[in-house]
């Protein structure tokens, strides 16, 4: 009799911790980063021609050779609703980048499109600075969230004028930050 109760007892507690776990990690996923890494983000076509650019295997998009101008990307930005029912909290965009060329750099524009007119805004904009190695910088303040009303994507912008130093465009990440 005993047996059975420790039995009975342990199994109640097993299916509150249990029961805790899935909403403390069903809560915590909603607000989980969102990444993007560079070789997955789609070349425009219209002015990023294949010959101008590298997407290297190891996850970073740079220029080709002595190629100078300008190279654009796309990745879109998944809305959590469709598995978690609310909005992510994000309020910082992560970019990893290297930028040691002095006529150059690297941009991240986050872009909201209104799903019912097709109007677009910027959210927030990130432009690099020259500096030493690759780094992963943020960008701040970003507006609440609305999946329901907008879709969310990303432009990447990498220009140089000349082919001195190096520019690479390696990750974009949006994660919510205590400031």
């Known amino acids: 009799m005993k047996k059975n109760i420790l039995i009975t007892n342990f199994i109640a507690v097993l299916v509150a911790c249990l029961a805790l776990a899935g909403f403390v990690s069903e809560a915590n996923a909603a607000t989980a980063d969102w990444s993007h890494v560079s ?17 290297i ?3 970073l998009i740079k220029f080709q050779g ?19 029912g609310e909005n992510p909290t994000w309020n910082a965009m992560f970019v ?12 991240v524009k986050l872009i909201r499109k209104r799903k019912d007119t097709g109007a677009t805004a910027t959210n927030v904009t ?17 507006p609440a969230f609305d999946f329901a009303t907008y879709n969310y994507f990303m432009r990447i912008q990498l220009h140089r004028t000349a082919t001195t130093g190096d520019l690479e465009f390696h990750i974009v990440s949006l994660k919510e930050t205590l400031f």
């Open 126 to 142: 990130f432009t690099s600075t020259d500096g030493i190695g690759v780094r992963e910088v943020f960008a701040t303040p970003i």
């Open 39 to 55: 070789v997955a983000c789609v070349p425009d076509d219209t002015t990023t021609t294949p010959s101008r650019y590298d997407a």
């Open 96 to 107: 990893t980048f290297k930028d040691s060329n002095p006529d150059g750099f690297v941009e």
């Open 66 to 84: 002595t190629a100078t101008g300008d190279l654009w990307f796309w990745c879109n930005v998944l809305s959590p609703l469709d598995n978690f």
């Open 57 to 59: 295997s190891t996850g």
